[in-house]
Structure formats: structure tokens, C-alpha cells
């Protein structure tokens, strides 16, 4: 009997030393001693080898084995705010359109058409009836189903939860809630209940790197001290702390907000009901391995990294604001805040393509780690192989 994806996940965490490496082709493609690096302590350990970031098989692995099985960030709710609103976007390298249904409902289907599998929304669309196929006018309801037709001939619908108003979804369709999902992130977000956010904008960037590079640089606090001067003068080193795992699949990080900057938590008004422990510092969370996100009073960054290739990344930045911070009069301000996050970005995309390609060297096996700094980007690597072949064993 195939086991549910709680048990197998859990199974990969309580007991990752009692698989073997015989009949999994992740472990295969990994190699004895790139497992047993992965699961040393960290003195000893190491992160994925080369192979996890340039194989196009090992991609294919970890769309099937790790992306479709877990819940992925594909959208906000506020993106689709009307009756007849559709979003298409790509989840782990599936074409999927968001839809706000006639009820008011939000539903999520494969954007291709049954009869020929052309993509039938295109960009994104408002006031909508039906959602029609360029190919030969077949038109679905928002619903996703054909009038009068064979349920064969149906839009594929796709499991679609909301969190806080960001709307994910689970290719697969068997993982558990969202909301336990993301339990562990409303734990550390305790007495702020506010789901007033509204979408601001979208930074977009293409990168050539791999899209685990974009978490991992994320993960490591400490690469600011060299790359992000301003950053650092935001939340100098006193005032940082490493990654710490909250759960299989999430790591978090907190810093104090030593010194307001406009464009980082100065000149907008702060979310309602803040406790005032988040009024005073900023909260940065992995979801592996959907997204990144980063917490402060006036804004919230979600960073999402869809890989297009093994050596490429389209990496996609959205930020949420209160409500009435999208009123005219704070323009400006917003815009500061779409700039610095631009200017911080744009600051890691050198480093994070030198990486990629320092991944081509036989010199390179996965690099060392700072006991104190890099427990959370061990375990990074380390559950993405655990929860794979977990997976594996159980689809086999």
C-alpha cells in the first residue's frame, strides 16, 4: 500500500541513516560519500554535490521527488481580486492558472487544454465568463468543467490553500493541510493575526544559477558582512543570528532592527495589529523549497526561485504592504522599498553565478561549514536528499 506523504516525510526525518542506497537513482546520482557528508555533523559535513546543480535528470528528480509532492508559493490572493480575475504561473515547471471563480472561490487548474494541451491562458486576464482554448474555442466554466461534456474533457484541477493570503499549491495533491504546513512560521508570528496585505509589485531577475543557490544565500545570514554594506548598517553583526530549524522543511532567522532606513521599515505605515516584538525586529523564513520569506513592521518579501534549467533560475521577488500604505500619498515610499530590495538583490547575482559556476570544477565537493553559522544550510541540503528518497520509495 502506498503511504501517506505524512508518514514518508516523517519517516525521512526519524530515520534518515536506515536507508540504503540500492534501487534509488537519487542516491545513486549522489554517491556513497556525498551521502555520508550530507549526514555528518556539521564540522564534517557537506552541502549537495555538483550533480544537484547541474543535471538536468537530477531536475527532473527534484520536481517529481521534492516540488510536486510539497506545497509551493504560486500566488496571492490580492492578485486575483475580482470575480473572473486569472493569473497563469509556472510551479516547478508546470504551466497552472489561479482563477477567481463566480462564487468568489478561488480555484487553481494545469493551464493546458485536455484535447491538445495548448496553454489556454496566455497572461493574465480580468472579467472573465469562461476560460477559452486559442485552439478551437473549447471553453471551460471558472469552475474548470466543460458544459455538457465527459468529466475526461475537464480542466485537471490543482490543490490550492491559502496562508495568510498567499496562495500555494500541491501538484501532487496528497500533501498534509497547508495549515499545518505552516504551522511552525504562525508559531513564530505569535498574536500578529493580520491578513490585510496587499500586493505592491514584483521584481523579477534572471539568473544563471541553480535555484538552490538562491535559498542557500538566503540561509547563510553572514554573507551580508561582505556583500550587503547596507544591510549591514540596518542590522549590523550584534544584531544578527544564524538560521535556526523549526521544522523538516522551514528554517528561520530574526534580526533587531538597530537602525530604521526608508525602504526598510521607515516612511509606511506598519501592519495592524503588530505585537510588539515584530514591531521591533525583522523575521526571515526558508520554506523548502518553495520560498523564502522576509518579515518586517512595513513589508513583507516573498522570494520565490522557479528553476528553468539546472543552471538557471527565474527568480521572482513580490511585496506585500498594509492596506493603507497602497493609498496615494506613500508612492514614494513603496518605490524606496522596490529599490532596496532591487539594489540588495541585484548585489547577490554576481556571487550566486560565480557559485554556479564553480560547480563545474572536480575541485569543488560540496564546500565546509561554520559550526555557527550553517547548521540551517546543512539541513537544507541535507532534507532535500532525505525528503526525495523518501518520496521515491514511497511513488515506487
Avoid at 520569506?293 to 539546472?310: C, K, Q, R, T, Y
Wanted: with cysteine.
Amino acid at each position: 500500500m502506498r503511504q501517506s506523504r505524512r508518514s514518508v516525510t516523517e519517516e525521512a526525518i526519524r530515520v534518515p541513516h536506515a536507508r540504503t542506497t540500492t534501487g534509488s537513482r537519487v542516491a545513486d546520482l549522489l554517491g556513497a560519500g556525498a551521502l555520508r557528508r550530507l549526514r555528518a555533523g556539521v564540522e564534517e559535513g557537506a552541502a549537495l554535490p555538483n550533480v544537484a546543480y547541474t543535471s538536468g535528470e537530477w531536475l527532473d528528480l527534484e520536481r517529481r521527488h521534492l516540488m510536486w509532492p510539497l506545497w509551493m508559493l504560486a500566488g496571492f490572493e490580492d492578485q486575483i481580486p475580482n470575480r473572473g480575475d486569472a493569473l497563469p504561473v509556472h510551479v516547478a515547471g508546470c504551466p497552472v492558472v489561479l482563477v477567481r471563480r463566480h462564487d468568489g472561490a478561488i480555484g487553481a487548474f494545469h493551464n493546458v487544454c485536455p484535447q491538445r494541451g495548448a496553454v489556454i491562458a496566455a497572461g493574465p486576464r480580468s472579467g472573465l465568463a469562461a476560460l477559452t482554448c486559442p485552439c478551437h474555442g473549447w471553453a471551460y466554466g471558472l469552475d474548470g468543467r466543460r458544459p455538457r461534456s465527459d468529466a475526461w474533457t475537464d480542466l485537471r484541477p490543482v490543490r490550492c490553500e491559502s496562508w495568510r493570503g498567499a496562495l500555494f499549491v500541491n501538484i501532487e495533491g496528497a500533501a498534509v493541510p497547508l495549515a499545518e504546513h505552516m504551522a511552525p512560521v504562525d508559531a513564530c508570528l505569535e498574536g500578529w493575526r493580520s491578513r490585510d496585505l496587499a500586493h505592491g509589485g514584483c521584481l523579477d531577475y534572471d539568473i544563471a544559477a541553480n535555484w538552490k543557490h538562491i535559498h542557500e544565500n538566503f540561509i547563510d545570514v553572514y554573507h551580508k558582512f561582505a556583500i550587503h554594506p547596507a544591510l549591514c548598517e540596518f542590522a549590523p553583526l550584534e544584531t544578527s543570528n544564524p538560521m535556526k530549524v523549526i521544522a523538516p522543511h522551514l528554517t528561520m532567522t530574526w534580526h533587531v532592527i538597530a537602525r530604521p532606513q526608508e525602504g526598510r521599515g521607515q516612511g509606511l505605515p506598519y501592519f495592524e495589529d503588530l505585537p510588539d516584538a515584530l514591531r521591533r525586529e525583522g523575521r526571515s523564513f526558508t520554506v523548502t523549497p518553495t520560498c523564502d520569506i522576509n518579515l518586517w513592521p512595513d513589508h513583507i518579501a516573498f522570494l520565490v526561485a522557479e528553476p528553468s534549467g539546472p543552471e538557471r533560475t527565474r527568480e521572482t521577488i513580490h511585496i506585500l504592504f498594509a492596506a493603507e500604505a497602497m493609498e496615494a500619498r506613500f508612492e514614494a515610499a513603496r518605490a524606496r522599498v522596490m529599490g532596496t530590495w532591487d539594489e540588495l538583490n541585484r548585489e547577490d547575482i554576481a556571487p550566486l553565478e560565480s557559485m554556479q559556476t564553480g560547480r563545474a570544477s572536480p575541485a569543488f565537493d560540496g564546500g565546509t561549514f561554520s559550526p555557527f553559522w550553517d547548521p540551517a544550510t546543512q539541513h537544507f541540503g541535507r532534507q532535500i536528499a532525505e525528503l526525495m528518497m523518501a518520496h521515491e520509495r514511497g511513488a515506487a
